[in-house]
């Protein structure tokens, strides 16, 4: 089992919509939990990460982790053509020697004007 | 500032030819790491350095090889390429005290 499964997609909203995209994760013991957005021919960007479970707001982007689940889930209320973009969760491999990233699949994501 | 560049931006290598993609960071992180990126299989780490002078294995190693002889620069060879290192490869560099990983535009390489 992968450590890290994301639905890939692709995924297409009309402008205004809320998006909810998805991860699931293997072991209980990751306690850092991130989302990068990758624009097309861009190396990725940090949206935002969490730690351990709970909510974290960032205008209009929301990520949520339920650890009880394991489930992490980014969401975008009034979606804008710019946010158009491959988003990919990421979770960090408990701190050791390195600050190892794991990453899921992407989804690709398109929203309509 | 740059942040960190990557060269070359694309190549079209023969297979069993030898190549190195160039990685260098401007931030003085102590930690850099070597990504490839494939439709459907996201991101999986090559190689990786805590700092100067050391180097780590990561998911997908074989075949591929680093350096790390100072903080800026952090070279990733490829001693006789095959089709299946047909990728984007993206290096990236981290802070000790930090979580986020800064990533490069990539380098786009198709071995024929």
């Known amino acids: 089992q992968k450590e890290v499964e994301q639905d890939p997609g692709p995924l297409s909203v009309p402008e205004g919509a809320i998006v909810s995209l998805n991860c699931t994760y293997s072991?209980?013991?990751?306690?850092?939990f991130m989302w990068y957005r990758q624009y097309s021919r861009k190396g990725p960007e940090l949206l935002m990460y969490t730690y351990s479970s709970g909510n974290k707001e960032d205008g209009r982007f929301t990520a949520q982790v339920d650890k009880s689940s394991k489930y992490i889930s980014l969401f975008i209320r009034d979606s804008q053509p710019s946010d158009s973009a491959t988003y990919l969760c990421a979770i960090l491999i408990p701190p050791g020697e390195a600050q190892k990233l794991v990453f899921g699949q992407g989804t690709r994501l398109t929203i309509n004007p | 500032t740059a942040g960190i560049t990557q060269a070359p931006t694309s190549q079209i290598l023969a297979a069993g030819r030898s190549m190195t993609l160039r990685c260098t960071q401007d931030?003085?992180?102590?930690?850099m790491y070597w990504y490839r990126q494939d439709l459907g299989l996201g991101l999986r780490l090559i190689h990786y350095?805590?700092?100067?002078?050391?180097?780590g294995k990561g998911e997908v190693p074989d075949g591929y090889s680093v350096s790390r002889a100072n903080t800026d620069d952090f070279p990733l060879t490829l001693a006789s390429a095959v089709p299946s290192q047909t990728s984007v490869y993206f290096c990236a560099s981290s802070a000790h005290w930090q979580h986020e990983q800064f990533f490069g535009p990539g380098t786009r390489l198709t071995v024929l």
């Open positions: 072991n209980s013991a990751f306690q850092y």
């Open positions: 931030m003085r992180h102590n930690a």
């Open positions: 350095s805590n700092t100067a002078g050391t180097t």
